[in-house]
Every structure is written in C-alpha cells, then in structure tokens.
C-alpha cells in the first residue's frame, strides 16, 4: 500500500542512471532479487565503476549484495524502522533536508489537528501557516510568503502543528542513541550514514532532461521484504520512504523512483491529484477494495483491511476459530492456480494439512508437482512457459512496453492454457460474462472500447495477447512475432515527477480516515471482536513502537530469519539438476548460519545437529559458522524449506521455516495485512539424527562437505 500512497504506484527502487549513494536494506535490488534482477545487476555494476557510486547494505545477513557493497551495516532483525527513523532524527537535528521541496512538493506544511485529521475552511482546503505573515492561509493562497514547517499554532480554536513538526515530535525519542540500543548499530554509524546520505543527496542541485529541468538528488534508500515484513509494516514502509522525502528523492534523477506495475496504455497516466493539491493515494494497485462485510464472506477477512492486501496467512485462524469471527459458512471446495499455500504461507503445516483434509473437493492448474496440489482431487495440467502465449511487462524499474512471450512447441501433451481451463470452468458456472469482465479490468481494454473481450465468447491466450500489444502501440501480434517486444526506455516524464503540480503525502491523512470508517463500520455491524482489533497500527507517521518480535521472549535467545539467491524461484528451481547441484555446493544452502561468537557462547560448533524451536513450531539443522551473520541471528537459507511430498529431486532440508512463524491477528498489520517474517527461537544440541532426518531423499546424506558429490 505504501508505494500506491507515496508513488501511485505497485513498486519502486533507486535510480540507478543518477544515483552515486544506494542504501539497500533488506533488499537484493542491484544484486539477487527483485525487479528485473539480471538487468539491474547489470546497471548498478555500471553505476559502480562508472560513477563509483557507493552501496551500503544494511541486514542481519551478509548477502550477496552486502559483499559485494562498500560497506555492511549488520542490523538486529525487524529493527530496520528504528534505524531508519535514526536517520531521519539526524537529518532533520542537524539541519541536513531539502526543506525547499518540503514545502513546494509535499503536505509536510498542512496542519494537522490533535485529533490526527487536517485543519481545513468551509469548502475542505488545508490551512497551512504563513510564517511571514504570522497566520493560516489555505494551502493554495498565492499570498502565502513563507510555509512554516515547525511551531504550534491555532486555527478557528484549534490547536494545530505542520505535520513536518508532528513528526520531529515523533523523533524527539528516536536519537541515534536510542536507536542503536534497539538496532545494535552504532549510533556513531547512524549518524556518518545520515550525514553521507545528505550529502550525497545535493540538495540544490538540478538537471535537465529532455528539456525539462529536475532536482537531481543522487541518494536513494531501497528496501524490501526483510525490511518491512513485521508487524508494524505500514509504519516500517513509511519510514523509509521519509528518509528518501527529507533529502528531497521521491521520484527525481538519482532518487528512489516509482515503477509501475503494468503500464498497459502507452499514454497512461498512472498519477492523479487528489484532496487539497495532494497526489491522490492509490494504495490498492492490485485492484480495489472488496468493501466491508459482517459475517465475513471470506475465511481471511479482507474486508477488514480497507488499506491492505488480502492476508491469505489469516486463513488458519479463522478456520480454527470459526465462531470467534461470526463465520455462517465453512469452505470446503477449493481452486489452485499456480500457486503453493501450504508451502509459501506461515503458520504450521498440521494446520494447513487439516484445512486441506477437510475439504471436499480440490481442484489444482500447474505444471509441477508441490506440496499444496498433492491434496488435489483434480489437477489440470497447464501449458508451460514455452508452450503458451502472454504479452506483459512487469514492473520494470528501467523499460516500459510489452514482451511477448510465444510458444516454442506445440504441446507435448494433453494439456491447456489457464485462459481456457478458466473459460470452461466460468461457461460452465454462467460466469463467463463474469469472468471477461474481470479480465477486460485486469488488462486494461476498460479504456479502450474496441479491444474490449466480447463479454458472451470465450478468448484464448493468444487473443488476449494480441490485444494487449495492440493496447499498448497499436501494432497487431504479426509485428510483435517479429520483433519479439516493444520495450524502451522508460520515458523521463512517467518516470521523474509524474505527479509535477501535486504534493506528495509526508503526512498520510487517508490512513486514520480509513481506521475510523472501519471503526465506524464495525462499531454499527457490532463486530465482536472489534474491540480487540489492533487499532494502533493505524498510524499517520511512523513512530519507535517495537514490533512484538523484539520484545522480551524468555528463553527464545536468537531471532530467525530466512534468505534466497538468486538461484532459488520459491524453491522450485531445485527441481533443476544443474540449478540443484550448484545450490548444494554452496554451504551457505546446507547449513543453518550462525554467528561463530555465538556458537562459542552456547558450546556449539561447526556442523553440529541442533533444534531450532520457536513458540510456533520447530525445524532441524547442522550450523555452519559464519561472521557474515549478526550475532543474534540464525538465518535458514530457502533451499531447506520444501518437504518430502512434493518433487522428488528437491531434498528435505529439515522442516518448513514457516513452521515457526505467527500466523495470528497478533503478529498481523491490521492496516496492511503483512505477517510477521522473523521469529524468536532457541536451540538445542542433538546428538544422534533423529528419525524424521533419516533415510533417502533429504539433504542430511549429504550435508556435511559431499554436496554434488
């Protein structure tokens, strides 16, 4: 939801035609994962040796992008918010901002009431205060000679504060002292960051592009999934992003840059102003909001996430506890596309293995064998990549245009397209009209009438395909064959200040108005469990509150997190001999890592079989030591997450990581719906293999050094 809020749009990352200062935390973006892994590789080696732009990492786990950086911050895990907003106190502290875009560009100058809502006139326009004039003026009044972004002031008899000031409110309690006792990075080394970021920034400085005259601002903060996948996730996503906002970096050459899903419309424009000159939030970029039901009408409750995504891992707990959440239905039939829930969702496999158990029927579209569809009553065999058609272009950082995708055989066998499988299954429920809708929304013909799916036929993969490139140039599908894409670069005026003439929204009103029409909701559908909703994650700015992760756990001494390479697409690619062999050369993928101080600490060593427990669940493994990992920390490699029941050439590797992660209302953003990622664990020394670890087909045959042996 954040990047619809700050960007409009379903992504983003720094731009690395101009950046000089890249921050990535938690992040591969550049290195091993993420958009467009391979180009960017490509790009930001350039930027290195070209411009010797400067790549600092900050993570628990030393990964390839952290070897490869000029400097590794390692950080505590699911602290990463506390070190952001470290950052953010320094250069607000020290004096270090773009205040000029602060006060042009953003909403950081609006007031804001002690209720959290805007103070606005009798048409609805935001006051801010004109400092030189010493009184409130709508945020439009051309008179305005200077906007205040500090101070406490009041307007029509109510008390009020720039939302710049809320927030250095906010960060009076997050110096780099107080950070660095929850992070464990230096305070020290938070500040040289913060000074460097600023400086790196050149704040002042502009460049023309194209004709058009940009701030060029060469410092971006990226991040991603082990970042911001905790409990506290909206506020997490939100203090990243002000740290780009202060310095001036949102969306102009060297910054941190929106990249839109799927453009789909070579003129369309993915930006739109919204309440009082603000650019219009889009949290939603996968399409809208379901809306709000009680009962529920689904075993996840979407609809109390007006700002989220649906939070599929919530599926356990309210199947468990059916009558808590005022269910009048049970699922029992179920449809798989391509997709593996027992093994990507936390939570503990029994319980999923239940869910499965209890359903009636179960119907699964694949091509592989995993662990989910192995429950199947029915599995319809698609088409694979090289057998089908598809036209897309998915969130590209660099390109915009359509790739299209064409078969390289026939079918080798009795198998389909999802399109037509999907036509059937719709025709035969009478919801093809249905069914078309839908699809004329998801690919963008909505806006062009001519190249609408005809709602009452059936359209394959290749019509499809062909509409979506005519969508995109106008060119037909003969000259995609021959020219294999349209792809560009991405134009500077979609890329750099889409939204030029708009505020961006430092100060995220729609946060607390969407808090309180659910409250609202609920309060009149007497919700039972309302009261029990965790209402505070609804935060307009992000705050130090510690994510329940960091808090005290007893004996669980060490925090889990798990990692992936490159090499590891969701653990299927281990179904690949020559992908396989690789991986399991590589101790990083056989071993669990632990820090060798650690180890010391707890009388373990190198190899040794240990339990790993949390409160949720537990997994198995030999330690490998390794300096390239915090000291608190174990980190599970991805390759040691599949189990027995699916693809024969991928080892056991010892138990499922999401074994022993939350799956509850506790550990959930009741505002973006993201599940905790990390867990609190503690280990046991095992002195003979236990049974679940013995005989073929698992890793341990070969775990200590005989790997592809």
Excluded at 86 to 98: K, Q
Excluded at 160 to 176: E, G, M
Excluded at 274 to 298: A, K, R, V, W
Excluded at 416 to 423: C, G, L, P, T
Aim: proline share 6%.
């Amino acid at each position: 939801p954040m990047n619809g809020f700050i960007h409009s749009t379903f992504a983003a990352a720094n731009d690395v035609n101009y950046c000089n200062y890249w921050i990535n935390n938690g992040s591969g973006d550049g290195f091993s994962s993420h958009l467009h892994t391979a180009a960017q590789a490509f790009h930001v080696a350039n930027a290195r040796v070209e411009r010797n732009m400067r790549v600092v990492c900050v993570e628990p786990r030393l990964s390839i992008g952290g070897a490869k950086a000029e400097e590794w911050v390692p950080i505590k895990p699911a602290s990463d918010r506390h070190f952001a907003l470290g950052l953010c106190h320094v250069l607000i502290d020290e004096g270090l901002c773009d205040y000029e875009t602060l006060k042009a560009d953003t909403n950081a100058p609006y007031l804001v009431g002690e209720d959290g809502y805007f103070i606005r006139d009798d048409d609805g326009k935001i006051y801010v205060w004109d400092s030189k004039d010493n009184k409130a003026k709508t945020y439009d009044d051309k008179t305005v000679g200077e906007f205040a972004l500090e101070g406490s002031y009041e307007v029509d008899g109510k008390a009020c504060k720039p939302s710049f000031q809320r927030f250095r409110d906010i960060l009076a309690d997050c110096t780099p002292e107080q950070m660095s006792e929850i992070t464990t990075v230096p305070a020290d080394t938070i500040r040289r960051i913060a000074r460097e970021f600023s400086e790196a920034a050149e704040i002042g400085n502009s460049i023309t592009i194209e004709g058009r005259t940009l701030p060029l601002r060469p410092a971006g903060y990226n991040y991603y999934r082990g970042a911001h996948a905790h409990k506290y996730s909206t506020q997490s996503n939100h203090a990243f992003k002000l740290v780009n906002m202060l310095v001036g970096s949102i969306d102009v050459p060297g910054g941190h840059v929106g990249a839109t899903l799927d453009d789909q419309k070579i003129d369309n424009g993915h930006v739109a102003e919204g309440d009082s000159g603000q650019l219009l939030g889009t949290p939603h970029q996968l399409g809208p909001h379901p809306g709000f039901t009680f009962p529920p009408d689904n075993m996840h409750l979407m609809s109390y996430f007006p700002l989220g995504v649906h939070p599929g891992h919530l599926n356990v707990e309210v199947w468990k506890n059916p009558e808590k959440y005022n269910l009048d239905f049970k699922a029992d039939v179920m449809l798989i596309c391509h997709s593996n829930p027992i093994w990507s969702l936390p939570g503990n496999r029994a319980d999923w293995f239940q869910i499965m158990r209890e359903m009636r029927f179960i119907v699964a579209i694949d091509i592989v064998p995993n662990e989910t569809n192995a429950f199947a009553d029915i599995i319809l065999p698609g088409h694979d990549s090289l057998e089908s058609w598809n036209m897309t272009m998915i969130e590209p950082p660099q390109t915009e245009g359509m790739c299209l995708r064409q078969p390289m055989t026939e079918p080798l066998h009795d198998t389909r397209s999802e399109e037509d499988i999907f036509n059937d299954i719709s025709e035969g429920l009478g919801l093809l009209e249905v069914w078309n809708s839908v699809l004329n929304i998801v690919n963008g013909f909505e806006e062009s009438p001519n190249l609408k799916l005809e709602l009452d036929q059936k359209h394959g993969d290749r019509e499809i395909a062909r509409r979506k490139g005519l969508n995109w140039n106008g060119k037909d599908l003969d000259w995609y064959m021959e020219h294999g894409h349209s792809v560009t670069p991405r134009r500077p005026d979609k890329w750099y200040k889409p939204w030029d003439g708009m505020r961006l929204l430092f100060y995220i009103e729609d946060i607390i108005r969407e808090r309180d029409n659910l409250k609202k909701a609920m309060d009149e559908a007497k919700v039972p469990i309302r009261d029990e909703w965790h209402w505070d994650d609804y935060q307009p700015l992000p705050t130090p509150v510690l994510e329940p992760v960091l808090q005290d756990n007893g004996d669980y001494d060490l925090y889990a997190i798990t990692f992936k390479d490159i090499q590891l697409n969701f653990g299927e690619s281990l179904s690949n001999p020559w992908i396989k062999d690789i991986v399991y050369r590589d101790p990083v993928h056989t071993a669990l890592q632990l820090n060798p101080k650690t180890a010391a600490a707890k009388g373990l060593a190198e190899g040794d079989l240990v339990l790993v427990e949390s409160q949720y669940g537990k997994i198995y493994g030999r330690l490998g030591l390794t300096e390239g990992i915090h000291p608190e920390t174990i980190g599970v490699s991805n390759s040691l997450s599949r189990m027995m029941s699916q693809n024969a050439g991928v080892p056991y590797g010892g138990g499922h990581f999401n074994d022993m992660l939350p799956a509850d209302l506790e550990n959930t953003d009741a505002c973006s719906g993201q599940c905790e990622s990390v867990c609190r664990v503690k280990l046991t020394k095992l002195d003979e293999i236990p049974d679940v670890l013995k005989g073929e087909g698992n890793l341990y045959s070969y775990s200590d050094g005989k790997a592809g042996q």
